[in-house]
């Protein structure tokens, strides 16, 4: 049992952050114990871990990013969705049927991860099955948690990165047999988008899913184009949703990334099948596909968690991720003649821990009972001229706090940087 | 004379960037003389500084900040623009009647800055004389260029920052005396705004500007609230403008910063004022303010620059400036139902160098006779795992360039980082 002290920002509920000034938190066999303001007395022996006026925050969770993508971090930016999947994006996944490549950037987007404090992740990799795996161990060796998927792609895609049908099948199963030896990152299955998925592929993906209860990622509506290629694709389908929904890979254990132009029935939708929506506004706003109505959807009860999708979004930091969906907040505010509410930033907070850990199992904030996953922040560096309350302190780390100002990163109980 | 040698990136033309790759930048007297893809015979026996595969890219003009708020960056973001000022920023500005803690923040400023690339600004001070002149003094020591006004308010803010007219007038004319020492930081008259300025000041400044031929800076139909409270305060003006225009602070050494909700005829009047209008996406965006119809602005042949606004805006960094332009260009895309060209990272560059350096006399790009402003890019602490052009590097770097990646900067042809 350990404990750290420091001021403790935690985010138990939407839009409320509860402060600890100069506080304890206790840790008891990696799980959290309890907030103090002052150490009990039943714990005066215990190691005590001083980050003195330090800033201690829940740890963050991407749950979307694509893996492969990582190399092409901040380029071919000036290209809508479906023109830079095709000159671009594809061409840079191909590189990971080369083991070597792959270990190497791998091991660099690991470390980037914990460097900035995202300890939980649900991720594509591509369709390369060993590279998968080799993504999966080296972020496992790092000591990140959550899920990771091989991408599933039949047809539409580059001819450099496409799979046959049963190659896809096939490449998919022994996967899942590579996983076995992994304690903290878990399989994902990860049909990458009904454009470039078969019917036939995603009617066995959807009975794999149910067979082996695994979760599901994928894209949805998030661009007018690609909605309307789905709509030729399936006729039978009245929205997008609708195209996953027929093979089952539309529940409670589904993240759906985007829903930018989700409407009413699709929000409807969202909600009823307790599907969560990985809101990526970073990525959205950089390829210009629309800002999506996650006030709506949040004010509708549908589960909103927040993703960089490097590459289209070119953060890989969720600090920078939150500021963004609080930017992309204000411009739907703009958008909407200042009719809606724009996320403050301890709703942006809430939404890039809280709500992304909901999808593992974790309860509100840092509760106890839950793995302890956390990150420490020294704002020295900063400029620290005036008086400042913890509260305002936390809000600049949110805006302003690079790699370097994350000096501790905890996951699931153990110091991983 | 002395040379560079790098891969030369610069922005002759809004849109274009013209890139030398492994080239040669010579510089005689602290002026640019021309650009080489391989030195010149004549040139052989000069003094090169090889930056070998490094990015040598034109430094940056900051057109609009505001020094007295940098001990706030990145908080109080969640208010709108005038209740902001009131319980935030007016008591922020409040503090540099102390010399000591003006003199400390400014050293710190000023060295962020040249650490971030700007090399020239158009900055406002707050309404203390004797902080300003040890603003100035603090960039000046630096190494940086451009134009720093003390603030003139004399109505309609808060008891513990505003000035009588009288003070206003005597202050400003006793900073003006303490200018003349410096060579680089040249005195630029700054109305904070129109509310904050009774008549009798404003006619006042326009006399001492034109006097004393000095620019001029302010702010321009930033915020909807603003602008009514503007048409109240000025009933004989039928636009936000004109309140400036009547007593001649609408100029072609005018700096106007956001000009969010400028229509076509207040864009008309900017044009053939020739004004220059400082765009502050972060900032407009942060505040919820709105988005600057800047394509149509330049379509028009209105001269448009980019400004950090700190603190409205959270970033001091032009690159992320720039970044944020683009992005905000986007959304004004999606706002417009895709029917508005976005910013490509070109166009952003142009405005966030070229567009600048105008103002101050420059001409395009890296133009021959111009004293030499550049910033060196160090990107080898970037993922480099697959090919990348030197376009694709020097994108990636306006989206992802932090300060430790700027390896020199060069201000009016002297190292000063």
Redesign the interface.
């Known amino acids: 049992m350990y404990a750290l002290k420091g001021n403790i920002v935690h985010a138990p509920k939407f839009g409320e952050v509860e402060i600890t000034e100069n506080g304890f938190i206790t840790i008891d066999d990696g799980r959290i114990e309890g907030i103090y303001p002052k150490l009990p007395d039943g714990f005066s022996g215990i190691h005590v871990i001083d980050y003195s006026d330090k800033l201690i925050l829940q740890s963050f969770c991407d749950m979307h990013l694509h893996a492969p993508q990582?190399?092409?971090?901040?380029?071919?930016?000036?290209l809508p969705l479906l023109e830079w999947l095709k000159t671009y994006t594809f061409k840079?996944e191909a590189?990971f049927s080369d083991n070597e490549?792959a270990k190497?950037?791998y091991a660099?987007?690991a470390k980037e991860l914990v460097d900035s404090g995202t300890t939980r992740v649900c991720m594509f990799s591509s369709v390369h099955t060993d590279a998968t795996v080799l993504l999966m161990n080296e972020l496992e060796k790092a000591g990140i948690t959550g899920y990771v998927g091989k991408v599933n792609m039949d047809r539409n895609s580059d001819p450099c990165i496409q799979e046959t049908t049963e190659q896809s099948m096939r490449e998919t199963l022994r996967w899942l047999n590579g996983c076995d030896v992994f304690t903290k990152i878990k399989p994902m299955l990860t049909p990458r988008f009904t454009p470039s998925c078969t019917n036939e592929l995603l009617e066995w993906i959807g009975s794999l899913a149910k067979e082996r209860n695994l979760p599901i990622q994928s894209h949805l509506s998030e661009n007018l184009a690609e909605m309307d290629w789905v709509k030729e694709l399936h006729p039978d389908c009245e929205q997008y949703w609708e195209s996953y929904a027929k093979y089952g890979l539309f529940g409670e254990r589904t993240i759906m990334a985007h829903c930018v132009h989700c409407d009413d029935r699709e929000i409807a939708a969202l909600k009823s099948n307790k599907v969560t929506v990985a809101h990526c506004p970073d990525s959205n706003?950089?390829l210009?596909?629309?800002?999506a109505p996650i006030r709506k959807m949040i004010e509708c009860g549908v589960s909103v968690a927040l993703g960089s999708d490097i590459a289209g979004g070119?953060h890989l930091s969720m600090t920078e991720v939150i500021?963004s969906a609080?930017?992309a907040s204000?411009?739907k505010?703009?958008?909407s003649e200042?009719q809606t509410e724009?996320l403050?930033?301890a709703e942006g907070y809430y939404l890039g821990t809280t709500a992304g850990a909901k999808f593992f199992g974790f309860k509100d904030g840092f509760a106890s009972g839950d793995m302890f996953h956390a990150v420490v922040i020294d704002d020295s560096n900063?400029?620290n001229?005036?008086e400042?309350s913890v509260m305002?302190r936390f809000?600049?780390?949110?805006?302003?706090a690079?790699k370097?100002d994350i000096v501790a990163v905890y996951s699931d109980g153990i110091k991983i940087k």
Request: glycine share 6%; net charge positive.
């Open positions: 990582y190399p092409m971090l901040g380029m071919g930016l000036d840079t590189a490549y190497r950037v660099r987007l706003i950089n210009a596909s629309g800002i070119a500021a609080i930017r204000k411009m505010r703009i958008q200042w724009f403050s930033v900063m400029c001229a005036k400042m305002e809000e600049r780390s949110i805006y302003l690079k370097e």
